[in-house]
T-cell receptor
Framework: GDSVTQMEGPVTLSEEAFLTINCTYTATGYPSLFWYVQYPGEGLQLLLK?????DKGSNKGFEATYRKETTSFHLEKGSVQVSDSAVYFC????????????????????FGPGTSLSVIP | NAGVTQTPKFQVLKTGQSMTLQCAQDMNHEYMSWYRQDPGMGLRLIHYSVGAGITDQGEVPNGYNVSRSTTEDFPLRLLSAAPSQTSVYFCASREQGASYGYTFGSGTRLTVV
């Protein structure tokens, strides 16, 4: 079945360090790929996305490249800040078929377990 | 735009009580979903809807009901609260299509005692 694996952390980095959070997925078809971020006490926010192979999504200094050959979508940032402390979720979006509702297909988001990042000054 | 609005933000229930978590969005999104977030479990899908009048079960639907009478609203009903339903609940909406991500509400923190 469809699934996503990401490093669970927690990850602790010093300010200005380089960040990589690995994400690999298993999915039928050709999923779109997303990263979400959750700051303490808040809901998830869309961070970036990529919808086809070799696309690079970027936002707020974060980047991730859609690697179809390795089914990966690793999140990177060159220089983290204290304000980047949050939980990061990798989330492929796959096309699925409802088991109960006949002829109803829908786009299903599979959330990874989340990676907690703490950046210390 | 307000985005996705969830109420209440906090709730304490006694075992066996029922209640409705409210969710409303003003972006005319077709897709709406309810997730629960528990430590070490990530986000788990409870119920989802692909449009007004169309709902379906997710991974963990037992103990919850939903309905979608309008595009804007997607309430989640707890039929008879149990301590296992203590969690943070998130409502999310998105446009139909593979390139659209979710917009999340700020969550409801529910404690069942």
């Amino acid at each position: 079945g469809d699934s996503v694996t990401q490093m669970e952390g927690p990850v602790t980095l010093s300010e200005e360090a380089f960040l990589t959070i690995n994400c690999t997925y298993t999915a039928t078809g050709y999923p779109s790929l997303f990263w979400y971020v959750q700051y303490p006490g808040e809901g998830l926010q869309l961070l970036l996305k990529a919808t086809k192979a070799d696309d690079k999504g970027s936002n707020k200094g974060f980047e991730a490249t859609y690697r179809k050959e390795t089914t990966s979508f690793h999140l990177e940032k060159g220089s983290v800040q204290v304000s980047d402390s949050a939980v990061y979720f990798c989330a492929p979006l796959v096309h699925s078929q409802s088991k109960r509702l006949r002829k109803t297909s829908y786009d299903k988001v599979i959330f990874g377990p989340g990676t907690s990042l703490s950046v210390i000054p | 735009n307000a985005g996705v609005t969830q109420t209440p933000k906090f709730q304490v229930l006694k075992t066996g009580q029922s209640m409705t978590l409210q969710c409303a969005q003003d972006m005319n999104h077709e897709y709406m979903s309810w997730y629960r977030q528990d430590p070490g479990m990530g986000l788990r899908l409870i119920h989802y809807s692909v449009g007004a009048g169309i709902t379906d079960q997710g991974e963990v639907p037992n103990g919850y009901n939903v309905s979608r009478s309008t595009t804007e609203d997607f309430p989640l009903r707890l039929l008879s609260a149990a301590p296992s339903q203590t969690s943070v609940y998130f409502c999310a909406s998105r446009e139909q299509g593979a390139s659209y991500g979710y917009t999340f509400g700020s969550g409801t923190r529910l404690t069942v005692v």
